[in-house]
């Protein structure tokens, strides 16, 4: 079994799949919670996430009838940043052929980055190698060459708020297998590779948080994550139309849209002892001058990397604030670019862009599993080889 934790703003979701007689994912628990003790992505009291954690687990280990205490983990805030880093070393061989320790030599001083003391990197992914000056190079072992450089892309985050989020999931006597940023789960669950080799950004719009991930030639170029989510619509839509938030909640859901079109209509609905009449047309403008916004600082990110209005794959939407009516036409009319509705990779999973990041974190949680599976496969073979081989030597 694989178990996901995506503890966000509003709601902390989990995933549990595991995989079918031809070697298919499929999920056989999901659940959510309304969280506490959250804001903006960020934990801040550990204590109440630890308690809802308990109780969810508790209740998920008897609905698949086996014991779960360890999971794949995302982690979200604006205080997530992403970094390109470099490290170079001389190969080390006399024929100048690069080995597997030289490339881990060059990682490691590709991960060697100086930071304040309340920040801290937690995933430094290898963009390319570079071999005596000859740049995009995918993989270094076996070639020749004196100098060898890695370019990588490193992702810290506030030391503070990482050690809350771990302290609130190891109160809940779970174990941390991985911990990976939202938005690159987001975007293992909704992209293809063709995507990612195109030009691709990823928008996973939360309840508190948006995050963006852009990739290119398959690599990720850029993550981050802006504090603004549908959360902030709601609380837009309470203050312009003087409601209550659970109200305002309804009424976006109800009767919200993005792009308002056509003639204006008085809507009128029923509340506990009294009825309520707005105008379809502020709320639209209500709710669009929101998202501009948000996109707005999107392409302000994007504008960073050099990649505003240049990315052939274009936007792709996902989280639950992307459910949003007319939220593709808004998108487009402001990137400039392509944008389309996230779909999730795979089989064994219902298609609820809410459950992207969980999903994400099983695709990934998957991936290791098998690559330590395969580990495990070739040091037993090499060892029984040996063994073999023993019975040979007088």
Same mark, same amino acid.
């Given at each position: ?64 009838? @086996? ?6 983990? #995302? ?20 024929? @100048? ?181 707005? #105008? ?7 709710? #669009? ?85 395969? #580990? ?19």
């Amino acid at each position: 079994m694989i178990s996901a934790l995506d503890i966000g703003t509003a709601k902390i979701k989990v995933l549990v799949a595991e995989r079918d007689k031809e070697g298919n994912l499929k999920v056989i628990s999901k659940m959510e919670r309304e969280g506490e003790g959250i804001r903006r992505g960020v934990i801040v009291e550990p204590e109440k996430v630890s308690y809802i954690l308990s109780d969810l687990f508790q209740k998920l280990s008897r609905e698949v009838g @086996q014991k779960i205490d360890s999971v794949y983990l #995302s982690v979200n805030g604006s205080h997530l940043f992403s970094l390109i880093s470099r490290g170079l070393v001389s190969v080390s061989r006399a024929d @100048q052929k690069i080995s597997n320790e030289d490339v881990q030599r060059v990682v490691q001083a590709a991960e060697a980055i100086n930071l304040s003391s309340n920040r801290e990197i937690f995933e430094v992914m290898v963009k390319e190698f570079i071999i005596d000056g000859q740049t995009r190079v995918k993989t270094a072992v076996g070639l020749e060459g004196v100098r060898l450089e890695a370019e990588a892309l490193a992702i810290g985050g506030f030391s503070p708020y990482l050690e809350n989020h771990r302290r609130a999931v190891l109160g809940a006597e779970l174990e941390i297998l991985d911990l990976q940023p939202a938005p690159l789960m987001a975007a293992k669950a909704v992209l293809s590779e063709k995507q990612k080799e195109l030009g691709t950004a990823v928008l996973e719009i939360g309840a508190g948080t948006t995050g963006l991930a852009v990739f290119e030639e398959g690599n990720l170029l850029h993550l981050a994550v802006l504090p603004i989510g549908s959360a902030n619509i709601t609380n837009d839509i309470a203050i312009g139309l003087k409601i209550d938030v659970e109200v305002a909640e309804r009424i976006k859901q109800e009767y919200g849209t993005c792009v308002f079109q056509g003639k204006d209509n008085r809507l009128k609905i029923e509340l506990d002892d009294s009825f309520f009449v707005f #105008s379809k047309k502020f709320l639209a403008k209500i709710i #669009s001058e929101r998202l501009s916004e948000l996109f707005n600082q999107v392409n302000e990110e994007l504008k960073k990397i050099g990649k505003e209005k240049l990315l052939p794959g274009g936007i792709v939407l996902s989280g639950g604030g992307a459910k949003l009516p007319k939220i593709m036409e808004l998108a487009k009319d402001k990137f400039r670019l392509p944008v389309k509705m996230g779909k999730l990779q795979g089989e064994g999973i219902e298609q609820d862009l809410s459950f992207a990041v969980a999903w994400g974190l099983i695709l990934h949680g998957a991936e290791l599993e098998s690559e330590k599976k395969g #580990s495990r496969f070739s040091q037993g073979v090499i060892s029984k080889l040996k063994n073999f081989f023993k019975t040979f030597i007088p």
